[in-house]
């Protein structure tokens, strides 16, 4: 989400219009990747591969050289205890075979903004990963998961030749009670390159950011209940995500999904910037269905879309800019 418009501060030199439009447009198309944050890799380690047995024998958690990615903590409310006999939803990860599954997240955007002479300029990006993974419970901690990324492929052309070399590499994630994740660790290979990592980190974190936490309190079908985390990038931005257990069948859970986001404040910070700028509305929502298996540690399939726009301004008088947003996350099976 990379809408940015020049923000002067009232000390600042006054500027001429011209040269002021075409920052605005520079800035103004700035894709979503620069909106974020990134280390593009979370260990100076090379990455190697997870233990290969069915449940993982070591952790990276103290792994040398790891730097956990912190994953925006969720609090959840049941607002409705569903009929039937509660039941608890505690996962009871299997410790006997490796859980293969595949990721793939699609985030697309448009900018709009005037150009140097008033006129209206649309940028259109996308960024687009599929990764498939294999994942390994701690064998001694199942709140631990160890995973080895494939090779994961995209529609950006210019980023394929980049995944070759991050295949393989290893990574984790350290739960809390209910699936609801705190942190992640990515151990790319040496090898990878930097757009490599970032690609990555951005998909997994997008991805954990819209993890679908379970209650801790025994609850029956038609049970409804509330995720809510505060996520801070350039806007910082409350997600509240109410899930319904459509079903129960054994230890699989399907589960439908609402989101709604409201930023915290109006402000907006330019990446790279001290600069800020004001959030004068905002507005993303999305839905989906997510299959969780109690004895998995990630979403056996399902998926979420989240669409949405906001309009930001800058210094008075200034015109301000529109952004549309549309963000996909997907689980599903690997391929055999």
Known sequence: MGVTVPHRDATDPPRSSTPRRRTVVALAVLPLSATIALTGCSSDDSGGTSDSGPCAESSSVDRAGVRPIPVSAATVTVVDPGSGTPQPLTPAPDTARAQKVTLTTDSLEASIAPDAQNKQQVQRTQQNLTTPITARVACDD?????????????????????????????????????????????????????????????????????????????????????????????????????????????????????????????????????????????????????????????????????KGARQLSGDAGAPPLLQQNEYTVSWSPAAP
């Open 142 to 306: 199942p709140s631990n998961l160890e995973f080895t990324i494939g090779t994961p492929t995209t529609l950006d052309d210019a980023l394929t030749p980049e995944l070759g070399a991050i295949s393989g590499s290893a990574g984790g994630v350290t739960f809390a009670p209910g699936l609801n994740p705190q942190m992640l660790r990515l151990l790319p290979n040496d090898d990878s390159s930097s757009p490599a990592r970032s690609a990555v980190e951005q998909s997994f974190t997008g991805a954990f950011d819209q993890s679908i936490p379970l209650p801790t309190e025994p609850v029956g079908v038609g049970a409804r209940w509330e995720s809510v985390r505060t996520i801070a990038s350039a806007a910082t931005i409350r997600r509240t995500t109410t899930v319904t257990l459509k079903a129960r069948v054994g230890s699989v859970l399907t589960l439908a999904v609402t989101v709604d986001e409201t930023p915290v404040d109006s402000v907006f910070r330019i990446p790279g910037s001290a600069q800020t700028l004001t959030i004068d509305r905002y507005a993303m929502s999305g839905s989906g269905e997510v299959t969780v298996d109690l004895t998995k540690m990630l979403p056996t399939g399902g998926k979420i879309v989240t």
